[in-house]
């Protein structure tokens, strides 16, 4: 093992070179706080931890294997980087919490970047350790083992100022595991093939944008939060829902696209929140309102070619788009000055929706003569008339002049 001196940061540090046949654990042991430990293309088989502030770095992407037991790397002090490694075959556990990288309570400030994380139990935990960066990773968990049987890609509990950034995630549990923490940035993540792409709870003050989530079970899932922004988001192609706001409070949602999901939003004990500048296109449901879910505000948003562009159980109408109004695809209004907005309000559901909802055979029937008397029916006679969404003005034409490029997702029928 080579060691090398050098001026870092005001202070010496050493470089120690580990090459292929020597111990990566014996070099951090003899490795200062501060020193970096620069690993050789190879391959290992070791369980490492690490005690002491210091960076570990891999030159050509090198392998270090868990031979299927514990935890690969187990991170016990502050300061820790951990860049272009391959890491894979931890311990199957699920008491023991075995991942690929584990960060102790009071881990603060480390890093994981551009690593494989792959084929563990969880990639990386993380758990009471606050301004953690973990960002340019690939982790995928174990397709060999049963969904409920995975651990989750990043598990991030009881921690503040996380930033998770730019990493593809698929083939786990859950993509991104969050609880009890706040303050954090989830940003540019790829994130597919999994039971939800995020499951995020308690975590106020926090940032999701620009993220892929597809092809999962369901997509973001983020609940019981305040002050959240979610925004720039794309979530295509899952089974239950797109965007799922459950009990969130004082939140911005804006300009995400929801595609080809079962719901695209599903929204559910949610108040006080903006939802605005949105695509939701050829979902079965464009948007699911249960549990109250009424004083919000939705404005600017594109419903297009959704099966039922509204779903909405209540004892009240409530009304949408005051604003600028929100375009409605199957809008059966006019404009008559030519304004862009229409001249007789929009409502998105009807008596014959409600008794759909509740009767789900309907659908075999609905396109009789009798249903469509019965539709006709009660849109001249408000006391049939269902509590529904009202836009008075809604618009007439979509503000997301993109559209179209949205229209052929779908969920993976083999999932």
Not at 174 to 179: M, Q
């Amino acid at each position: 093992m080579a060691t090398h001196v050098f001026l870092y940061a005001g202070a010496h540090a050493a470089v120690h070179t580990v090459t292929p046949g020597e111990s990566i654990a014996s070099a951090i042991r003899a490795a200062m706080p501060g020193d970096t430990v620069r690993i050789e293309r190879g391959d290992y088989i070791e369980h490492l931890k690490i005690d002491k502030p210091l960076t570990l770095e891999g030159v050509g992407r090198p392998t270090i294997r868990g031979r299927f037991s514990g935890d690969v790397i187990r991170i016990k002090a502050t300061d820790v980087s951990v860049k272009g490694l391959i890491v894979r075959d931890s311990g199957t556990d699920q008491t023991a919490q075995n991942s690929g990288i584990y960060f102790e309570p009071g881990s603060h400030r480390g890093a994981v970047q551009d690593c494989e994380v792959v084929f563990n139990l969880f990639g990386i935990w993380i758990e009471k350790s606050n301004d953690v960066h973990i960002a340019g990773n690939t982790i995928t968990g174990r397709r060999d083992l049963q969904s409920a049987l995975r651990g989750n890609g990043i598990q991030l509990y009881n921690s503040s100022g996380a930033q998770v950034v730019g990493n593809h995630i698929s083939y786990a549990r859950d993509g991104i595991y969050v609880d009890l923490s706040s303050k954090s940035v989830f940003r540019g993540n790829r994130i597919h093939h999994l039971r939800y792409g995020t499951h995020y709870m308690n975590t106020h003050d926090s940032t999701w944008e620009n993220n892929e989530v597809y092809l999962n079970r369901g997509g973001l899932a983020l609940m019981e939060v305040r002050r959240l922004t979610v925004r720039n988001n794309i979530a295509w192609g899952n089974a239950d829902h797109g965007i799922m706001l459950r009990t969130i409070q004082d939140s911005t949602v804006e300009n995400n696209v929801v595609a080809g999901n079962g719901r695209g939003f599903f929204v559910y004990d949610a108040e006080y929140n903006s939802l605005r500048g949105n695509l939701a296109i050829n979902n079965e449901v464009g948007i699911h309102l249960s549990a109250g879910s009424s004083n919000n505000q939705v404005d600017g948003n594109d419903f297009i070619g959704n099966q039922s562009q509204v779903k909405f159980v209540a004892s009240r109408d409530v009304e949408w788009g005051k604003a600028q109004g929100n375009y409605w695809s199957n809008y059966s209004g006019w404009d008559q000055n030519g304004d862009g907005q229409g001249d007789v309000p929009y409502e998105a559901n009807d008596v014959v929706d409600r008794l759909n909802w509740q009767y789900p055979l309907l659908k075999l029937v609905l396109s009789s003569p009798s249903i469509q008397v019965l539709r006709f029916v009660a849109r001249q006679f408000p006391v049939l008339r269902a509590p529904s969404v009202v836009d008075k003005h809604p618009r007439t034409r979509p503000l997301n002049l993109d559209w179209r490029k949205w229209s052929d997702k779908r969920p993976d029928p083999d999932k």
